[in-house]
């Protein structure tokens, strides 16, 4: 019994920090300036998910209502796009 309660308040937890994470236009407007890969990361933290093609990596950082995507190549970045959750 007390293994489900700490479940269910681990649970609780998790889907109550689920709503305090950043919009995708509130990480666009923390990342507005960035030009470098440190830029980035002092604007928005570790990414929730990188992935790499050779010199090209694709951070993606999650937002409440959905995801927004940075493309680096090398030290600098070359895109961005926000998706739908």
Known sequence: MRS?????????LLLLSACFA????????KAAGAKSRADL?????EPSDVS?????E???YVASDGSV????????????ATGDR
Not at 4 to 12: C, E, K, N, Q
Not at 22 to 29: A, N, V
């Open 4 to 12: 489900v309660r700490i479940f269910a308040a681990l649970l609780g």
């Open 22 to 29: 950043p919009s995708k236009s509130d990480l666009i407007k």
């Open 41 to 45: 990361e002092a604007a928005l933290g």
């Open 52 to 56: 790499k093609v050779g010199p090209i």
């Open 58 to 60: 694709k951070w993606t």
């Open 69 to 80: 995507v940075f493309v680096l190549a090398g030290d600098t970045i070359t895109f961005q």
